[in-house]
């Protein structure tokens, strides 16, 4: 009732737009509302652009249907019942799109010794599950959150593997935006962007011959 008396069915602000949306559509979990924003017809985002407005929504984390749980995406048929929605609470000279986030899946790499009793076989896919669940929490836990753009340290990375109770010791680590190159910071590229995880890692391991040293 707070936020009806608040918002009144019209879109004035940018917190307007995203609770009267939230409201109407439950089975949504977030929406993020770009002023001045629009989608190119190449797809990109174009900022400074008035009298647009771009909304990027993203569908409840919950549902263990979704086909991909590391990139949950709105279908389009939704997507057009939003924007029809939010384009009759809005003003005249406005021109509304909604969007589904793009993500920007990070593959981490390297070489890696495990501890001994850990064999690989079965410790290299726990590494890529862990990996998984550390850079896109939303796929597997039921409380974490989706966030919008920030940036992600390989040193970060680095400390999160190094204390797995399995690793020994990594070299070599490696960061980077699939198909991309190594970098010691990602950084979204725009404020549609999520950050997440590659499906799969690429690790090496170190062969236990590598271990041995020579006095």
């Given at each position: 009732m707070s936020e009806r008396l608040r918002h009144k069915q019209r879109t004035v602000t940018i917190w307007d737009y995203e609770h009267l949306v939230l409201q109407q559509?439950?089975?949504?979990?977030?929406?993020?509302?770009?002023?001045?924003?629009?989608?190119?017809?190449?797809?990109?985002?174009?900022?400074?652009?008035?009298?647009?407005?771009?909304?990027?929504?993203?569908?409840?984390?919950?549902?263990?249907?979704?086909?991909?749980?590391?990139?949950?995406?709105?279908a389009l048929r939704t997507l057009k019942a939003i924007q029809a929605f939010a384009q009759a609470h809005a003003g005249l000279l406005v021109d509304i799109q909604v969007i589904n986030p793009t993500y920007q899946p990070v593959q981490v790499g390297g070489k890696i010794a495990f501890r001994p009793g850990y064999p690989a076989a079965t410790y290299q896919a726990r590494l890529n599950q862990d990996l998984r669940a550390y850079l896109a929490p939303w796929a597997t836990a039921t409380t974490a959150e989706l966030s919008f753009g920030g940036a992600l340290r390989k040193s970060t990375v680095l400390a999160f593997i190094e204390q797995l109770p399995y690793v020994d010791f990594i070299t070599d680590l490696t960061l980077r935006v699939v198909g991309g190159s190594d970098q010691e910071t990602i950084e979204a590229a725009s404020p549609q962007v999520v950050l997440g995880s590659a499906p799969t890692h690429a690790f090496t391991e170190i062969p236990p011959r590598a271990l041995s040293v020579t006095r």
């Open positions: 559509f439950p089975d949504l979990y977030k929406v993020q509302c770009l002023s001045h924003t629009r989608v190119s017809e190449a797809g990109s985002l174009r900022e400074y652009a008035p009298g647009y407005v771009t909304l990027v929504v993203v569908p409840n984390l919950r549902h263990a249907y979704a086909a991909n749980p590391l990139e949950p995406r709105v």
